[in-house]
C-alpha cells in the first residue's frame, strides 16, 4: 500500500510530518511494533510548547545596527542584514522573586555547611548601589529582598551568574513538566547530588530514579525497564531545549519588533525604537505625553518634576509597568540594561554570519571516564574553570572542551574556543606571519591595553540612569563577565525546533496586538 506524506496543522498552530499507518516510507517495517524491534517514532508530536514566562518571536530577516547617528563614532554596530531563526524569550526581566527562588533551592538542596561556593557564588552583589558621593544605602538594604521590589528586576548579577540561572531554570521547568506528565512524582526533599537535572535525566537515565512514578511505554521487546517504563527521551519531545541568554541578534531583533511595520513580506519603515516613531512620549489619548520608558531624561533629571514623575521611580521600576512592543514584550528599553550571550568585539557586525550571528561559540563534550568504557561519572563536587568560576554543580555532568586532535578531520571546526575567531586570535594580529603559540601574542591585551577580550560580554538597551541614546536596540556595550552593576539585569530565551512559525494562515499585515500596547500593566 502506498502512503502519502501530508502536513497536517493542530490547533495550536504548530505542524508535523506523518507516515500513514506509522509505517516506514523506506523500508514499509512499522513504527512502534514491538514485533519489528520496537523502533520508536513519535508521530504524535504537536509542535514545541512555550516555556513559562516565555514569548514566541516568529524570526526573519532584518538590518541588524544603529539605526539612529552613532553618536561616540564606535562604529562597532555597523547596518548590515541578517537572519535569525525563531525562538522564545521573557515576557520581562528576570525579576528579584524570581532569582530569590533560585537562591532558596540552591540553599535546600546544597547544605551550606558543606557547600557554602555554591551560594555564595550565586548571590546578587547588593553594594553595586553604592556611590562615592551620592545615598543609596536604603537601595543597598532593601532592594533585593523587600517585598515593595519584588516584581522589580534583579540587579547585581554578572554574566556568569545570569547563565547559572538559566540552567538552574531549565531544570526546574522540564522537572515539572515530567511530574505533570506522570512520569515523576514530586520529590521536594532532593539534597546534593540526588536533584533533577536534564541532562542527566537524559543521557545517564539509571543515574536518578529517586523520582520515578510511571514510564513511558518500551516497544522493545524485553525492555530493561521492564513494566515500570521507560524514561522519556529526546525523541519523546516532552522536555524542552534548554533557557539561556539570548544572542545579540535575537534580542536587537525582539526589541526592534518591525513586525508592526510589515505588509506582506515587507518591512515598510524600520523603528529607531522599541516602539514606532522616533519620539519618547505615548501619542494614546488617554496617556499622551507620559513617557514610554524608563530612562533618564537629561542631566540631573531621573523622574521628573514633583505632581508629574514621568516614572513614578528615582532607579528601576516594576515590571510591564511600561507598554509591550509589538511582540508582546517589557522593558526591552530602559529600566535596565540586559546581558546577552555574545562576546564583544567591534568588527563582529562587518564578520559575523547571516544567519545567526553569534561570537562566543566554546564547543564542549560530556567528560567521560573512557577507563570505565566510556561512561559518564555524576560529578560528587562542583567542577571549577581555571579561574576558579564554578562550572557545573555537583549531582551534574562533567563536561570538557573538544580538542584539535579528535577533530583532524572535520571541516567545519576544529578546536572549542571561537572567541577571538578573525578578531583577535593570531592570524588577525600583526604577529600572523610569526611562529609564536595564539596565547602569547595576543592582538587584545586584556586589562593592560584594553578593556576587550575574551571575557568582555555585550550588554543591550538602556537603563534607569540612561538617556535616551542608549535606548536605541543598536546600541552595543561590554562588560566583564564576573561584573555587575546596578543596572544591567537580564531576561532567558529559548531556542525554537522544527517549524519556526506556529500558524500557516499568513496575513497582508501582522495582527493586532493582544493588549493595547500604551497601556501600562499592573500587578494584581
Same mark, same amino acid.
Given at each position: ?23 516506514s ?9 514491538? =514485533? ?50 525563531s ?32 551560594l555564595?557564588?550565586?548571590l546578587?552583589?547588593?553594594l ?34 545570569a ?20 512520569i ?9 547530588? =540526588?536533584?533533577? =537535572?536534564?541532562? +542527566? ?30 524514561? #522519556? ?14 544572542t ?6 525582539? #526589541? ?6 510589515r ?25 499622551r505625553?507620559?513617557?514610554l ?22 532607579y ?58 566510556? #561512561? ?9 574553570d ?34 577571538d575567531?578573525i ?60 561584573? #555587575? ?13 522544527g ?8 496575513? +497582508?499585515r ?15
Amino acid at each position: 500500500m502506498k502512503c502519502t506524506r501530508q502536513v497536517l496543522p493542530f490547533l495550536i498552530g504548530s505542524l508535523f510530518l506523518a507516515s500513514c499507518g506509522n509505517q516506514s516510507n523506506t523500508t514499509g517495517w512499522e513504527y512502534n511494533d514491538s =514485533d519489528n524491534g520496537g523502533f520508536f517514532v513519535n508521530t504524535d508530536y504537536e509542535g514545541q510548547k512555550t516555556g513559562p514566562g516565555l514569548v514566541f518571536v516568529e524570526g526573519g530577516t532584518f538590518t541588524m545596527g544603529e539605526t539612529s547617528e552613532d553618536f561616540y563614532k564606535e562604529w562597532d554596530n555597523v547596518p548590515r542584514q541578517v537572519s535569525v531563526q525563531s525562538f522564545y524569550i521573557d515576557e520581562n526581566e528576570v525579576t528579584n522573586t524570581d532569582y530569590r527562588e533560585y537562591l532558596f533551592w540552591l540553599r535546600r538542596v546544597y547544605d551550606i555547611a558543606y557547600y557554602p561556593e555554591i551560594l555564595n557564588s550565586a548571590l546578587p552583589d547588593t553594594l553595586v548601589w553604592r556611590d562615592e558621593l551620592s545615598y543609596n544605602e536604603q537601595m543597598v538594604r532593601n532592594y533585593f529582598r523587600h517585598p515593595a521590589y519584588n516584581f522589580y528586576p534583579v540587579v547585581g548579577v554578572s554574566w556568569i551568574q545570569a547563565m547559572k540561572y538559566c540552567s538552574w531554570r531549565t531544570d526546574r521547568v522540564n522537572e515539572k513538566i515530567l511530574i505533570e506528565e506522570g512520569i515523576l512524582n514530586e520529590f521536594p526533599d532532593q539534597q546534593g547530588v =540526588d536533584h533533577f =537535572d536534564s541532562e +542527566k535525566y537524559l543521557y545517564k537515565p539509571g543515574e536518578y530514579t529517586q523520582q520515578n512514578k510511571k514510564g513511558l511505554k518500551s516497544y522493545r521487546p524485553n525492555s530493561p525497564y521492564g513494566d515500570e517504563g521507560r524514561p #522519556a527521551k529526546i525523541e519523546d519531545g516532552i522536555l524542552l531545549p534548554r533557557y539561556r541568554l539570548p544572542t545579540e541578534a535575537e534580542w536587537e531583533y525582539a #526589541a526592534y519588533a518591525n513586525g508592526g511595520q510589515r505588509i506582506y513580506n515587507r518591512i515598510t519603515s524600520e523603528n529607531e525604537f522599541t516602539w514606532n516613531g522616533s519620539g519618547m512620549r505615548n501619542p494614546d489619548e488617554d496617556h499622551r505625553g507620559e513617557i514610554l520608558a524608563n530612562f533618564k531624561r537629561g542631566r540631573g533629571d531621573f523622574m521628573g518634576t514633583g505632581g508629574w514623575l514621568n516614572d513614578r521611580a528615582a532607579y528601576t521600576i516594576q515590571v510591564k509597568y511600561y507598554p509591550p512592543n509589538d511582540f508582546g514584550l517589557y522593558d526591552m528599553a530602559g529600566n535596565v540594561a540586559e546581558w546577552v550571550m555574545d562576546v564583544y568585539r567591534p568588527r563582529t557586525p562587518q564578520d559575523a554570519r547571516g544567519l545567526n550571528p553569534f561570537r562566543g561559540n566554546q564547543f564542549k563534550t560530556f567528560d567521560r571516564n573512557y577507563q570505565d568504557i566510556g #561512561a559518564l561519572e555524576v560529578l560528587q563536587e562542583p567542577q571549577f574553570d581555571e579561574d576558579s568560576n564554578i562550572v557545573r554543580l555537583p549531582g551534574e555532568l562533567p563536561v570538557r572542551e573538544v580538542t584539535e586532535e579528535e577533530n583532524l578531520d572535520r571541516r567545519n571546526y576544529k578546536k572549542s574556543d571561537y572567541r577571538d575567531y578573525i578578531d583577535g586570535d593570531k592570524q588577525s594580529s600583526q604577529y600572523y606571519k610569526e611562529k609564536v603559540p595564539d596565547e602569547e601574542e595576543p592582538m587584545y591585551d586584556y586589562a593592560q591595553t584594553t578593556l576587550i577580550g575574551n571575557t568582555a560580554r555585550v550588554y543591550k538597551g538602556g537603563s534607569w540612569k540612561d538617556n535616551a541614546y542608549w535606548l536605541s536596540p543598536g546600541v552595543r556595550r561590554h562588560l566583564a563577565e564576573d561584573q #555587575a552593576t546596578d543596572y544591567i539585569g537580564f531576561r532567558c530565551a529559548m531556542s525554537r525546533v522544527g517549524f519556526q512559525d506556529k500558524d500557516e494562515d499568513k496575513d +497582508k499585515r501582522p495582527q493586532e496586538p493582544t493588549r493595547d500596547r500604551f497601556q501600562r500593566y499592573k500587578y494584581n
